[in-house]
């Protein structure tokens, strides 16, 4: 969708349903930069979109706020769409991307898809790049993903805080599900995007908000509740992780997602945390029916589907 008109000249938000993260387009005369690319099942989508916004302009650069699948799913084929992108990422997995370590990129461990793709300059925080005719800073934002990173325009006090921070709060604590502690870093986080001040937020996924202390104050209260009760929180990453899986298939036989769940190392690692002695099975079941009760999804027979 078009920019709102609150947003400078220059930047233009496609905002995407929940398989993909939203991805920003920034503009000027010299060049034009991606922030974020979406998840691979929507890179034709996500294609079409740049093309008509770009209007028969070449895209230059794409840039990576952090590197899980629903971010950067669209590289690979931006990549061979647009030969000569360049490509930033944060440097933390930047070893992993040369190599492609689909297991420490979190890729095999949640069973999701992403291409892979190659990177030609690394987003150093503390560094900061000038697109769209205005500087942006590069922070380092840890919690969500080790690695991640928010930019921010002080002249315009304008956000991009990927998953850091949404309207409604903020995404799932990956390392905390494989048993690492990050909550405190969530709040460091939260912390650092309340010091920077911005009056407008482009979140990873939702609408361009300017409430911005109320969503602070939502996230805290997440964030607290997470951190006195982590099982609660590994219900809710787990639930997500399905959602996804779901918003990919759209509609899939109980056998056989239970079968690909089956498959998946995080939710063997959180059933043996958290499980409270039930089966894996009655376990998944367990999260499937509180995804129902929510309206995320619903069963037809034995049918799966998306809501």
Request: glycine share 8%.
């Amino acid at each position: 969708m078009n920019a709102p008109a609150a947003l400078p000249a220059g930047i233009t938000v496609f905002e995407r349903g929940w398989l993909s993260a939203n991805n920003i387009l920034l503009c000027d005369a010299d060049s034009a930069t991606l922030v974020d690319s979406g998840y691979t099942s929507h890179q034709a989508q996500t294609l079409a979109l740049l093309e008509q916004a770009l209007q028969g302009r070449k895209l230059d650069r794409l840039v990576n706020t952090h590197l899980h699948s629903d971010h950067c799913g669209g590289n690979h084929a931006l990549q061979t769409h647009y030969t000569a992108l360049q490509t930033w990422i944060p440097p933390g997995l930047s070893q992993a991307i040369q190599s492609w370590n689909e297991a420490e990129l979190t890729y095999q461990p949640t069973g999701q898809n992403c291409p892979p793709f190659t990177f030609t300059g690394l987003l150093q925080p503390g560094a900061s790049h000038r697109w769209a005719d205005m500087e942006w800073q590069v922070h380092a934002a840890p919690g969500h993903d080790p690695h991640s990173v928010i930019l921010f325009a002080p002249e315009h006090r304008l956000l991009m805080s990927a998953d850091a921070l949404w309207q409604n709060g903020f995404g799932v604590v990956f390392p905390e599900l494989e048993g690492v502690a990050a909550f405190e870093e969530v709040g460091q986080t939260l912390d650092l995007i309340e010091q920077l001040n911005p009056a407008t937020i482009i979140p990873g996924h939702g609408a361009v908000f300017t409430e911005v202390a109320p969503a602070l104050a939502l996230a805290r209260s997440k964030l607290e509740a997470f951190a006195q009760n982590p099982e609660r929180h590994a219900r809710y990453g787990a639930k997500v992780l399905l959602k996804f899986k779901l918003l990919e298939w759209g509609e899939i036989s109980k056998a056989t997602f239970t079968a690909w769940a089956r498959q998946v190392p995080y939710f063997l690692a959180l059933h043996k945390r958290f499980g409270q002695g039930h089966t894996l099975d009655i376990w998944l079941d367990m999260m499937l029916a509180e995804l129902e009760r929510s309206g995320a999804m619903k069963t037809e027979l034995d049918l799966l589907q998306n809501v």
